[in-house]
């Protein structure tokens, strides 16, 4: 008796065990079940998430823009300085265009001209690549600090540019002056240069460099004043008699005039892809007046003004080599004022303004 009692006690408290083990599995299950996500929450959460992304995605492009800003001022630096030792050893600014020796030649097919972006290369430790043009060699070398990181358009590959010169005032190589602009054209002017006494309303009030999208290369000569890229002779007729030659690049002009024909070179006005021009395709690196003609070589010209991806306005280098950003809502008589070296001497339409700081800060 003592046995079936002492089964039968196994047997309840065996049971009990069971049923209180199920009861907590159960309350478990449950418990699990309470910590899932539904899908209304997953769509919240989802939601949210897109929103935080929205919100920093601008933020990271504005701290990266930020950063290429940085950099393309720092290039512009680094061309300022380049420029002021050029002027140190040589006593002078380089040209915008120079011709090179010709002793250096290794063919007789060599190019005998070239841009002041070739002619600063020694100065900015490319010493090699300023020796391959000046044999007369279009090495098409890609050099860094000629491009502006925020130049997405252009490849990192060939002699491609982002930087201009100071040119002075749009118009024909008969009207170039020094006090127009820190850079004049010495292959039609070789005893023609930008010396110390030019600079009388300071190098720390005048530009030398900016940017520009629709430049091409930093070995190209942008002026249509030659006959034949065969001889390079000059265009007589084109340029003494019509005056009709222009210069667009690798350059920044100015002009005083606001007609339809020569309309102001404003900061980021709307420009030319010079890949999209027939007569590019045609004479891809040099050109003349049979290949870029009258009308056309005038349309460039209006368009080699500063421009930019930055928003706003563009990076700029003056002569003293202090850099900043220029607003592109920028007074076009200030714009003028901030190109020539000497106003009052210069072709300016307001040669008696007085420039002042607040005017473009």
């Not at 009207?175 to 309303?201: C, K, S, T």
Request: glycine share 6%; hydrophobic share 35%; charged share 25%.
């Amino acid at each position: 008796m003592d046995c079936r009692i002492n089964r039968s006690l196994r047997l309840e408290h065996g049971a009990g065990f069971h049923s209180t083990s199920l009861r907590q599995g159960d309350d478990n299950m449950r418990r699990v079940r309470a910590y899932g996500f539904t899908l209304v929450e997953l769509l919240v959460v989802i939601a949210i998430v897109g929103t935080l992304v929205a919100l920093l995605l601008p933020a990271v492009q504005k701290a990266r823009e930020s950063s290429r800003r940085s950099s393309c001022l720092n290039n512009l630096r680094q061309l300022a300085l380049a420029t002021m030792q050029y002027e140190e050893r040589l006593r002078r600014m380089p040209g915008l265009f120079e011709n090179l020796d010709p002793s250096r030649f290794e063919s007789e097919s060599a190019v005998p001209n070239t841009t002041w972006a070739v002619i600063l290369l020694p100065g900015l430790e490319r010493q090699d690549t300023y020796d391959n043009n000046a044999a007369g060699m279009l090495s098409g070398t890609f050099v860094d600090i000629y491009l502006c990181p925020s130049d997405a358009d252009k490849n990192r590959t060939g002699s491609v540019t982002s930087y201009v010169a100071n040119g002075g005032r749009v118009g024909t190589v008969l009207e170039e002056r020094v006090q127009n602009g820190a850079f004049v054209n010495r292959i039609y002017h070789p005893d023609m240069a930008v010396l110390e006494g030019h600079w009388v309303d300071g190098r720390e009030y005048t530009l030398i460099y900016t940017e520009n999208n629709d430049t091409t290369y930093y070995d190209e000569v942008g002026w249509n004043g030659f006959k034949r890229k065969q001889l390079w002779n000059f265009d007589s007729k084109f340029i003494n008699e019509e005056r009709n030659d222009r210069t667009w690049g690798p350059v920044f002009l100015w002009t005083e005039s606001d007609d339809s024909e020569k309309q102001q070179t404003r900061i980021n006005r709307p420009g030319v892809d010079l890949h999209d021009l027939k007569w590019e395709e045609e004479v891809p690196r040099r050109y003349t007046s049979a290949s870029c003609l009258e009308k056309p070589g005038k349309a460039l010209a209006t368009w080699a003004r500063p421009s930019s991806y930055h928003d706003g306005g563009v990076n700029v280098a003056f002569v003293g080599g202090r850099v900043t950003f220029l607003r592109e809502d920028i007074d076009y008589i200030v714009y003028i004022a901030l190109m020539t070296l000497n106003e009052k001497m210069s072709d300016s339409p307001n040669p008696n303004f007085q420039l002042e700081d607040k005017h473009y800060r």
